[in-house]
């Protein structure tokens, strides 16, 4: 079975947000990783645009009920009409983590994860003061740790 990465954050980033979640949509598709995210702008567009240069497959998980509203790097569109209970199917479908920038959302997320077990990087997130977990400098640490945890079966 193919490990199973979320790449989580904000739906609007900066451009060195955008540029680290390109490349480890990059590095998760060269290892054979399936993505998954919001299926939205921002660092959820940029790891899925990575991914699927790359020719790695990517999922979205959509709030909305119209698939039509995944970005144009989704794969696969999953279109829920949840809102923000999707979270809990991203976190939930992953195997590991990886969380770049990112506002309350992403806070949600990361919560979920650790309250779930789920293992849970942070990469550039915007959450240094307010949650405790790993923390990683460069796209390959946190897609070599997501996908350490995830063959580890910690899911």
């Known amino acids: 079975m193919k490990p199973i990465i979320a790449v989580i954050g904000g739906s609007t980033c900066t451009t060195e947000e955008t540029a680290l979640a390109e490349e480890t949509g990059r590095l998760l598709a060269e290892r054979g990783a399936v993505l998954v995210c ?10 899925a645009k990575g991914a699927q240069a790359n020719g790695g ?12 509203a995944a970005n144009r790097y989704i794969d696969v569109p999953l279109a829920t009409g949840l809102g923000e209970m999707r979270n809990f199917l991203i976190v939930r479908t992953a195997h590991a983590l990886i969380a770049i920038g990112g506002g309350v959302g992403t806070l ?5 994860a650790q309250r ?40």
């Open 38 to 47: 919001g299926g939205l702008s921002g660092v959820m567009e940029a790891a």
């Open 57 to 68: 497959v990517t999922v979205g998980i959509l709030p909305g009920a119209d698939a039509a």
């Open 108 to 112: 949600s997320e990361i919560a979920l």
């Open 116 to 155: 779930i077990g789920k293992p849970v990087v942070g990469l550039h997130d915007s959450f240094r003061n307010a949650v405790e977990m790993p923390r990683v400098e460069s796209p390959a640490e946190a897609v070599r740790w997501a996908l350490e945890r995830a063959r580890e079966g910690v899911v």
